[in-house]
């Protein structure tokens, strides 16, 4: 069965210092995973994917995430956190070539909090 | 381009009610998920339209149905409302290409609440 689980519920940083997400994956398939961001009371937007190309990849507003097989984990980071950037973070497995294909599997989420 | 709508914003309902919300693909997209998301929780997946037919569902009971219209467009319906329906309800559309299908874009939401 595929699932992720995201490792930290609750984040917080300073602004200016790193941001780093973590998450773990479950898949038994070859999987496509991605990272979303939600402001309160607004929808889901996309932050990036990994769909077996690099296996860095970027993203929208200066995040990145590696994809390491090895270790299962597609962690979320950014150099420097913003005060925009407070927000809950999801990471999320979808599958192929099954019968949910396009099926999104989300973590529970982290909560990222940004102090001045 | 326009992204993905969703209607209503907000709604209230009894217990035992039926409601219907409405979804607006993004140009170009012909597949559409349906995500309820409880408050403090991840979205969990209720189902998924491709052109017109069902595509997948989670675990969710038949109360919850839906339709895809000829232009993409999709309606969520719930049946015989429980206090647990209380959420925000997301629908995200996406391209599709040869049946695999990769991110997916998400609209607002519907927040309903039971009551």
């Known amino acids: 069965a595929q699932s992720v689980t995201q490792l930290d519920s609750h984040v917080s940083v300073s602004e200016g210092t790193p941001v780093l997400l973590r998450c773990n994956y479950s898949s038994s398939y070859s999987p496509s995973l991605f990272w979303y961001v939600q402001h309160p009371n607004k929808g889901l937007q996309l932050l990036l994917k990994?769909?077996?190309?690099?296996?860095l990849v970027k993203g929208i507003n200066g995040f990145e995430a590696e994809f390491k097989k090895s270790e299962t984990s597609f962690h979320l980071t950014k150099p420097s956190a913003h005060m925009s950037d407070a927000a809950e973070y999801f990471c999320v497995v979808t599958i192929h070539g099954s019968s949910n294909t396009g099926k999104l599997i989300f973590g529970q989420g982290t909560t990222l909090q940004v102090k001045p | 381009e326009t992204g993905v709508t969703q209607s209503p914003t907000h709604l209230i309902k009894t217990r035992g009610q039926q409601v219907t919300l409405r979804c607006s693909s993004q140009s170009g997209h012909n597949t559409v998920s349906w995500y309820q998301q409880a408050l403090g929780q991840g979205p969990q997946f209720i189902f998924q339209y491709y052109r017109e037919e069902e595509n997948g569902r989670g675990n969710f009971p038949p109360r919850f149905s839906g339709l895809q219209f000829p232009n993409y467009s999709s309606e969520l319906n719930v049946n015989a409302l429980e206090l647990d329906d209380s959420a925000l309800y997301l629908c995200a559309s996406s391209p599709s290409t040869g049946g695999f299908i990769y991110e997916q874009y998400f609209g607002p939401g519907t927040r309903l609440t039971v009551t």
């Open positions: 990994y769909t077996s190309a690099a296996t």
